[in-house]
């Protein structure tokens, strides 16, 4: 390997490491489901995965008729090696969530999904109390422009959430 390549490669070690860039790092393995370099491990409580009713309360919008004012929801939050998933078996929506925070009861999570030419990012703080948790889930919908690819429209919304446990495991 060349001086050149190796200080390349260094270069792209570090900056994944130290978080440096917003974007996923880019994985030199075959297999497109494994990623080689990760920016950071959140250590995550065992009580958080499971099965939990979560009731929200819209609290902040801009857009009143497109986020609904109140909802009653299911996350099934569950791990398979590093990949944290939150699904809804009603829906069967599932999605993949980057965990920010992680201290002690305290967690963000941010969890992204593209509908049509909609970007939805939802960003989620809560508390978790054993059985319970409670926090804000804050959404930004994004509709980008079928012309030319650009953001023509963002749309806010900040809920109030609960959850309660119903089924797992809480250690």
Known sequence: ?????????????????????????PSFADNSESTVLKGSVM??????????????????????????????????????????????????????????????????FIKKGKYDNKYLTDTVELKLEGNKFEGYDTLQLDTFSDVNGKIIKTETAKYSIKGEKIAGDSK
Do not use: H, Q
């Open 43 to 108: 250590i995550v409580p065992d009580s958080f995965y499971g099965v939990w009713r979560v009731v929200s309360k819209r609290v902040d919008t801009d857009s009143p008729y497109t986020f609904k004012e109140n909802n009653v929801d299911l996350w099934n939050l569950s791990k398979r090696g590093n990949v944290i998933t939150l699904s809804n078996p009603f829906t069967g929506a599932t999605a993949e969530i980057n965990v920010n925070n992680s201290t002690g009861n305290d967690i963000t």
């Open 1 to 25: 390997m060349n001086l050149r390549v190796l200080k390349i490669f260094i270069a792209i070690l570090c900056g994944c490491t130290l978080g440096l860039w917003s974007s996923s790092c």
